[in-house]
């Protein structure tokens, strides 16, 4: 069973490779700089959830809403995702989001991956 918070908070998903040749490219620069690192596209909890079990066999499908919903594996009827009590945070900032404007400009070249590679790599693991 895998316990989360919100669903549908909305983040700001990054790919590890991408960030770690970000610093990298970050390390290269002459003179200190302050960046943030990010993909500029929202996806929510859900939905990196259907990538990532997707990625590992399983098709979601999620019912209830809020602190009731929960994600099942629609092969089995088992539910696999539970909201908990103890992730849930109501004074969550459900839209998390970053405009990469100033990365373009600063760190070209740097190749961009969505959630769904994401996801598909986490469900690997």
């Excluded at 895998?2 to 983040?11: Q, V």
Aim: hydrophobic fraction near 35%; charge should be negative.
């Amino acid at each position: 069973m895998l316990y989360l918070g919100n669903l549908s908070s909305l983040r700001d998903w990054g790919y590890a490779k991408d960030y770690v040749e970000c610093m990298w490219l970050i390390l290269q620069h002459d003179k200190p700089e302050d960046f943030v690192i990010a993909t500029g596209v929202q996806h929510s909890v859900r939905e990196f959830c259907e990538y990532a079990f997707r990625e590992a066999g399983i098709e979601l499908e999620f019912k209830g809403e809020g602190m009731d919903e929960v994600g099942i594996d629609k092969a089995t009827g088992k539910t696999v995702i539970k909201v908990s009590p103890e992730f849930y945070r109501p004074t969550d900032v459900v839209n998390l989001w970053e405009i990469r404007r100033r990365r373009r400009r600063s760190l070209d070249g740097i190749r961009q991956n969505n959630l769904r590679g994401a996801g598909e790599d986490h469900g690997k693991t």
